[in-house]
């Protein structure tokens, strides 16, 4: 998006964190927003068009024609997003390619909801969503952890036949909310859900351990969620490696019925990008205001 001439902002109120705290657009690039505002969200807009989204949106693509396609940028932004080795120097998966191999596995006809953690970002940037409706990030809308596993029951619930819900979330959030894994193994006619599992609350590891504070209450006792998800009715596997992935893609294979539980041990050296840029600009407002 940097590289972009001019981008329209269709309904969103251009946060920091949408804006990836300035970094986001070129100093070139023209901006247009759309919104049912009465004035510009934030100085960025060159300019606003106060309108509803979906009106508008419809007569923009009346003023093309249908003359248009996504695939090009969309097939080079993959190509530019960083994979990782499919396993560190702890002998852990990096979740990157974690995530990349499961984007290739995963029922394309998907649902994604996803808890709040320092693994929020694996799915957006590496798992195709078919439709804007198709991804639920609930943890991030509340800035809270442990809502995921709720969240999944309820989308179970609406999901239409023939898709697969995806649920996405860490260890610390999943055993927040582990007694809903059995209202989502009763309520999912077909559902995966991906635990991505570093024995730890890895934001704090990579916010306050990297200052030097003591991480022992950071970590968490390496859990079983493979033996719990077996337990409560659901098929399941540990993932070590990329291989191990095969147990999923037979039970795709066989219809993908039920719910089936990946407990994938992902390294805590890893650090999210997103986290990293909000570190950032989390000290350069401390430098400022000492300053």
């Not at 990782?84 to 702890?90: E, L, R």
């Not at 693994?119 to 990030?137: C, E, K, N, S, T």
């Not at 990579?206 to 003591?214: A, D, I, K, R």
């Not at 294979?253 to 990008?273: N, Q, Y």
Request: include cysteine; charged fraction near 20%; aromatic fraction near 6%.
């Amino acid at each position: 998006m940097g590289e972009a001439d001019v981008v329209l902002v269709a309904g969103a109120r251009l946060s920091p964190f949408t804006l990836r705290f300035g970094h986001l657009l070129g100093p070139d690039t023209t901006v247009i927003q759309i919104d049912t505002a009465l004035q510009p969200t934030n100085p960025r807009v060159d300019t606003f068009v106060s309108a509803d989204v979906k009106s508008a949106a419809e007569h923009i693509l009346r003023m093309l024609d249908g003359g248009t396609s996504s695939e090009a940028w969309r097939a080079e932004a993959r190509k530019r997003v960083a994979e990782g080795p499919a396993q560190t120097a702890d002998g852990r998966l990096d979740p990157r390619a974690l995530a990349t191999a499961l984007d290739a596995g995963l029922p394309e006809r998907r649902t994604v909801v996803q808890d709040g953690g320092h693994f929020l970002g694996w799915a957006p940037m590496y798992w195709r969503i078919p439709r804007p409706q198709d991804l639920v990030m609930v943890g991030t809308a509340f800035q809270s952890i442990g809502l995921g596993l709720a969240s999944a029951v309820g989308a179970a619930r609406a999901v239409e036949d023939g898709r697969t819900l995806v649920l996405a979330s860490g260890d610390g959030g999943f055993l927040m909310g582990l007694s809903d894994l059995e209202s989502l193994i009763g309520a999912a006619h077909s559902a995966v859900v991906v635990i991505y599992n570093d024995a730890a609350y890895g934001a704090e590891i990579h916010q306050y351990g990297s200052q030097g504070l003591t991480q022992k209450p950071m970590l968490i006792p390496e859990v079983d969620f493979s033996g719990i998800a077996r337990a409560l009715g659901a098929e399941s596997v540990i993932i070590r490696s990329l291989a191990d992935l095969a147990a999923l893609t037979d039970w795709i294979d066989a219809g993908a019925k039920g719910t089936f539980v990946a407990d994938c041990r992902i390294t805590s050296s890893v650090r999210a990008p997103w986290l990293s840029e909000w570190m950032a600009a989390k000290q350069a407002a401390k430098a400022a205001v000492a300053g």
